[in-house]
């Protein structure tokens, strides 16, 4: 039988690809599916990630800032210790020079902190409760249900802090249907007005700080590192160990810290779609669309393309990336992030909770843009205003001496407790004290040996005691007089309206114990009513007893024999009381004339 030569290449290229497969590919088929590999390298969990909530996701960017706030009272200890006139005296100039400008920049972040305290002291706060004197209970029908929301009062908007203290990230809701509440009255007397939701615009969240969003967007780099580097193996196949040997190295990076790693990602990433100009398909663009991260990424990219540099800049690889992965703009993909934490915040709101929610009455993104809000402790901007603190310049010969001083420091620092600033700047400074160490340990410092104190000469006579004048009788008395004899100056102007907020308060308080006294009332009223109603239903469609029709026993109870004693009738159906009574009550002879 005669068999057709065989291709002398096709053992070569089988032997090629199969060198060129990975140690996780090898078990795999040659007709190997898009879950087949992701499931065998690990990418499965990636693309499966849920979206989180809002607490959930900068949980651990919060921490890093409170971190850096943490390091910087490290810093200002550190620099107010070595402010003492014994350490300035052993410094260089430049040392000197920079540990002055870095305590003014303290020093004016301090000052800042203080004005701000005392400008916004005695304005309005919500304590997020139920019961908040700067709220409104406003009924709103949310679905099938009736749920009560509390909604902030513009004028306390107006007259409150920054965003009146909800923290940032606090879901908000714009209340449209305010006007139609009746003002100045009680609220157990008022009529009761029902709203729905179309009654509420959501509009956004508190503000965060820049580097807060920062630090987030920093912690979904790996994610999108996996994320893209998983579909461009799946495109490449077994060959994708020979084509991108450096993207193992990028999958064992722990923390991706810049993204300038996203540049060799676009450049496989371009190379790939001009080989193969169909690629990606639209499921694989559906995919990337639908993943939490991705858009949350392009609103970060977005928002702080905005605040930084504005619109019509360059873009960078990570956005060629999200824009070549998912074939649409960064604003549009900012748009269905938007969308999705817009329907977060109506699901929170269809809860009735008052937790992570902050529904106002005005305006609120552009009230709080004005310059009285500039100085709010409230404000991120405030807080996170510390100066970046200079460091010296250390000489080459004495960086080993510096590196062991600032290690030793540096553990005293990450021990020491976390103290107020306010409390740090109300100190003094320590007086010049005789240390048996000195700051810095070159040979010539250490050569300097402290003076010798003089030796005390003994005094020649004892010093005479000053004589104590006797106290008389009427001592503490005459003091007493002297302390009362001119009134206290009159307090200042924000006491009268700490004392008038505290009457409005104590006034708001009785007004909610009373309608829960009517509340409670009314229930209890209601609840009897339906009682008696549902009794009297039930017997006038029962049957009996005996050969009775139907409502008989309804009938007999609604003629109420016997309540007023034995035959007798009620009092409404006696004739009036006179004072001289007629001698006939009634005339029973008298008729109609028939004209």
Known sequence: MFYPPRPSNLNSVTQTEGSAKCQKCQHLPLNKSCKEFKDAHGFTSDWQSQEESDKERYRIPENMNLDHYRGFIGAVRHIYMRASPAYLSVMSPHERCVLLRNRGDIEEYARLLEMSRHLQ??????????????????????????????????????????YLGHVPGTYIFKFRGYQRIRRGMDACLSPVVIFTEDDFEYMGQVPRHERVHTLRLRQLFGSLLRLFISELQVHAGFRHGSKYPDHEELLSCENVESALVFKNIWDCWRSAHLEDPKWPDAKTQDDFISHPKILETAWLLDWLAHL????????????????????????????????????????????????????????????????????????????????????????????????????????????????????????????????????????????????????????????????????????????????NMFSPAPPPLRMARLRYLRHWTIHRAWQLFRRQQHLATEQERHRIYSGMYNACEELRKTVGPGNRDEGYLYRVAMEKKGVWGTDAIPIEYARYQTDFPAKNAWNHDWKRHSD
């Open 308 to 483: 930084r540099s504005g619109k019509d800049q360059p873009q960078q690889p990570l956005e060629m990336l999200l824009v070549g992965a998912t074939n649409k703009e960064i604003p549009k993909l900012a748009e269905l992030w938007h969308e999705r934490q817009k329907a977060t915040a109506l699901r929170m709101l269809a809860s009735g909770k008052r937790e992570g929610l902050f529904i106002y009455e005005v305006d609120i993104h552009h009230f709080y843009n004005q310059a009285p809000f500039d100085s709010d402790i409230w404000n991120p901007a405030v807080f996170n205003s510390f100066p970046d603190l200079e460091r010296p310049l250390v000489p080459a010969a004495e960086r080993k001496a510096a590196l062991t001083e600032n290690r030793s420091s540096d553990r005293f620092v990450t021990m020491a407790s976390i103290f107020s600033l306010r409390g740090l700047f109300s100190r003094q400074t320590a007086p010049a004290t005789p240390t048996t160490r000195l700051f810095s340990t070159t040979a010539n410092m250490l050569a300097r040996t402290p003076p010798k104190p003089a030796a005390k000469k003994p005094a020649a006579t004892t010093p005479r005691r000053k004589h104590v004048q006797a106290k008389s009788e009427n001592f503490y008395r005459i003091r007493t007089l002297r302390q």
């Open 121 to 162: 002291r005695g304005q309005f706060l919500d304590d997020k409760t139920e019961s908040s004197y700067v709220t409104e209970r406003v009924q709103t029908w949310v679905g099938p249900d009736l749920k009560g929301l509390q909604v902030c009062g513009a004028a306390f908007v107006r007259g409150g802090r920054w």
